[in-house]
């Protein structure tokens, strides 16, 4: 009988140490997982870990128009147009922004003006001064047409190119797919990036 006893007491002595083990290996599981997710500036074991710090290039965009600052701004690559507006302290109440996509990635260099409601919307305010050359970076796809040997499709190629990253030169306008330097010849006149 000592023996039946002996034998019970023991099996719930190990049920007891299996609950209170599997209880502590919960509890230590989920020591774990805090240990894994703590800050990356915090000491372990005496040693301070850092990350490396991700470098984002600075570029620059005029914003100029409809806002309450306009300027020269200083932005990271990747912020967007919105960002741009918000920098500028805003939009005027007479903003025009139908023809504005306000979360296109901003180009360094780029200027972004916002039409006030009733200004004479068109793109063609920015080629003038230039003595009637049709500018690449801001000009409509009718208007690029106009150009000697650029049709509906180079049009387009054009507009592509650029919505990727302004012409910097009109010389750049040879690396948009098919125009070479025969076209280019025929358009250098007639163009211009400011």
Do not use: H, W
Request: overall charge negative.
């Amino acid at each position: 009988m000592n023996n039946s006893i002996y034998r019970k007491g023991l099996a719930v002595v190990l049920i007891i140490a299996l609950i209170v083990m599997a209880s502590l290996g919960i509890k230590l599981s989920g020591k774990e997982n805090e240990i894994k997710y703590t800050s990356s500036s915090e000491k372990t074991n005496n040693d301070t870990v850092t990350e490396p710090e991700e470098e984002l290039s600075c570029i620059y965009v005029d914003i100029d128009g409809a806002v309450n600052v306009p300027g020269v701004y200083e932005f990271s690559e990747g912020d967007r147009v919105i960002d741009a507006i918000e920098k500028a302290g805003g939009l005027k109440d007479n903003a025009y922004t139908k023809n504005l996509n306000k979360a296109r990635k901003l180009i360094d260099g780029e200027k972004i003006y916002i039409f006030e409601e009733g200004e004479n919307i068109s793109l063609d305010l920015y080629n003038a001064g230039n003595e009637g050359k049709i500018n690449i970076n801001t000009a409509s796809k009718d208007k690029l047409m106009s150009l000697p040997g650029i049709g509906e499709v180079y049009a387009q190629r054009i507009i592509d190119y650029r919505s990727r990253k302004f012409f910097s030169s009109i010389e750049e306008i040879k690396e948009v797919q098919g125009i070479g330097e025969k076209i280019f010849e025929k358009i250098k006149d007639s163009i211009t990036i400011e």
